[in-house]
Every structure is written in structure tokens, then in C-alpha cells.
């Protein structure tokens, strides 16, 4: 089973570019279908975009054109590079890894987007 770690997270002005990573352990990292989660306060968390295996990419209809999720299977990593950011993109950043039905979450990133 995979354990993730976040980073990249932080305050950014509305306009700008954060790119988050997510470091996996383990040996099959190149199995799992990978994906970014938020979760704003107060609201439910959200799918943000996710990437299979063979590097098929899916994102939600606010972040398309902004937002890209890619994944370095050679390094066990998975970014989400994120342009024009906006207030309302302020949120814990989740990674996440799915396979054969099992789940698993990194511990979460802060992203602020403010003036």
C-alpha cells in the first residue's frame, strides 16, 4: 500500500501559480489511479482532477483550463500545476490513490488565494 505526502501548498495572490507534489512510497506506485482532492471550509470535499494508470486525465468543469494534473511513475510523484488561481480555489489540497478498491489520502495542503 502506497503512503502520499503533499507539498507546495501556500498563500498566493489572485492570478498566480502554485504546483503542488505528492510523493508516494512503495513499489507499485505505476498501478494506481491518482487524483486531487479539496475541501473548502465548510463545504464537502471535492474531486479537483485525477489521472489513471495509462495517464488519462479528468477535471472538474472549475478548474478545467487551469488546472493540470500530471504523474512522474519513474519518481512516485503526482503534481497538480494550478494557473490563474482565484479566491474560491482556497482550500486543503488532498492527494489521493485508488486501487482495487482500496483508498488512500495524504495528510493535506493549504492553498490560500488572497490579495
Known amino acids: 500500500q502506497v503512503q502520499l505526502v503533499e507539498s507546495g501548498g501556500g498563500l498566493v495572490q489572485p492570478g498566480g501559480t502554485l504546483r503542488l507534489s505528492c510523493a508516494a512510497s512503495g513499489s507499485i506506485f505505476r498501478l494506481y489511479a491518482m487524483a486531487w482532492y479539496r475541501q473548502a471550509p465548510g463545504k464537502q470535499r471535492e474531486l479537483v482532477a485525477s489521472i489513471t494508470p495509462g495517464g488519462s486525465t479528468n477535471y472538474a468543469d472549475s478548474v478545467k483550463g487551469r488546472f493540470t494534473i500530471s504523474r512522474d511513475n519513474a519518481e512516485k510523484a503526482v503534481y497538480l500545476r494550478m494557473n490563474f488561481l482565484k479566491p474560491e480555489d482556497t482550500a486543503v489540497y488532498y492527494c489521493?490513490?485508488?486501487?482495487?478498491?482500496?483508498?488512500?489520502w495524504g495528510q493535506g495542503t493549504q492553498v490560500t488565494v488572497s490579495s
Open positions: 489521493n490513490a485508488g486501487r482495487l478498491g482500496l483508498t488512500v
